[in-house]
């Protein structure tokens, strides 16, 4: 049983910059694909981006390119997601998720309605006013 606890959520202006993170309970963290989805009110939950085991690969949703970056220290069990350039459309509730496999990870952002991920943290509230 894996369990991730989100922080790093808040009120940020538009423009702005928040970064949040991930910290994870398992020893073996670098066992585990990571991953970060958002959920806007009224709205299906999205996949943001994805970073594999070793942190040597990343990927991310078209909408967050260039302004989200996602790392991880496995050393202190933690995924990082780093955002700028916020706007108010980037407003949700972020969670962090922990799959054994990459290509699980990877299948959220290919293929939404087959998205299936083993662990999820409770997620983060995340504003952007305009």
């Known amino acids: 049983q894996v369990q991730l606890v989100e922080s790093g959520g808040g009120l940020v202006q538009a423009g702005g910059s928040l970064r949040l993170s991930c910290a994870a309970s398992?020893?073996?963290?670098?066992?585990?694909?990571m991953g970060w989805f958002r959920q806007a009110p009224g709205k299906e939950r999205e996949f943001v981006g994805g970073?594999?085991?070793?942190?040597?690969?990343?990927l991310y949703a078209d909408s967050v390119k260039g302004r989200f970056t996602i790392s991880r220290d496995n050393a202190k069990n933690t995924v990082y997601l780093q955002m700028s350039s916020l706007k108010p459309e980037d407003t949700a509730v972020y969670y962090c998720?922990?799959?054994?496999?990459?290509?699980?990870?990877?299948?959220?952002?290919?293929?939404?309605?087959?998205?299936?991920?083993?662990?999820w943290g409770q997620g983060t509230q995340v504003t952007v006013s305009s």
């Open positions: 998720a922990a799959d054994v496999f990459y290509s699980d990870v990877h299948r959220c952002l290919t293929s939404p309605s087959a998205c299936e991920i083993d662990y």
């Open positions: 398992q020893r073996i963290f670098s066992n585990y694909a």
């Open positions: 970073i594999s085991r070793n942190g040597g690969d990343t």
